[in-house]
């Protein structure tokens, strides 16, 4: 079983940068040595109401992100995320596991693609994290078309971006991440 690991954000490597102003935080991508920028973005883009952010924290010497803040749906809005590039996956991947805590809430996985053309487009699945540091595993056969358009499963070597989303209903997110892998 093949399994690649994101390191930097994501526990094994030093941070290189935090740039809370433009809500980017690049770490270094283990896989293929070059640094990947993670973005946090929230449905404000297109008029929604939500606002959060995205922490590089450490806590007892483990590295991790946090995305924390208000979800609501008010405005047609509903989210919040971060979310990287992902390029060179080989095509026997069958999932993604993350290491993460939470708040009792239901968060998403967002993966885009090569076929994910529009913005609103992309392949899901939910998770719940504990409020303890727990391992999730994501099986890609289970994540979701968000439209009809979309091919109704996606190829690994396909994904172009991943993201870690609070989404659809009016909550406070607060989910802490600290490895993203792929099994």
């Known amino acids: 079983m093949m399994k690649t690991e994101f390191a930097g954000v994501f526990g094994l490597a030093s941070f290189f940068a935090v740039i809370i102003s433009s ?3 690049a770490g270094e991508l283990e896989m293929t040595s070059v640094k990947a920028e993670w ?6 883009v297109m008029g929604g109401r939500s606002d ?3 922490q590089l924290l450490t806590d007892q ?14 405005n047609n809005g509903g989210f919040i ?26 968060y998403y996985i967002f993966i885009r693609t090569s076929g994910t053309i529009l913005p609103w487009q992309y392949y899901k699945a939910d998770f719940l994290p504990k409020k303890y540091w727990s391992r999730v595993d994501l099986e890609f056969r289970d994540f979701l078309r968000s439209s009809p358009w979309l091919g109704k499963k996606f190829r690994p070597e396909s994904i172009k971006s991943i993201g870690v989303v609070a989404y659809g209903r009016d909550h406070r997110a607060l989910i802490d991440v600290a490895a993203l892998n792929f099994f």
């Not at 973005?39 to 404000?44: I, L, P």
């Not at 483990?62 to 008010?74: D, I, M, P």
């Open 23 to 25: 809500f980017v935080c």
């Open 81 to 106: 995320q971060i979310r990287t590039a992902v390029f060179g996956l080989n095509k026997d991947l069958k999932g993604v596991s993350l290491q993460a805590r939470g708040n009792g809430e239901k």
């Open 61 to 74: 010497k483990k590295q991790f992100v946090r995305l924390e803040g208000n979800v609501t749906t008010e």
């Open 52 to 54: 959060g952010d995205a």
């Open 39 to 44: 973005t946090f973005f929230s449905d404000q």
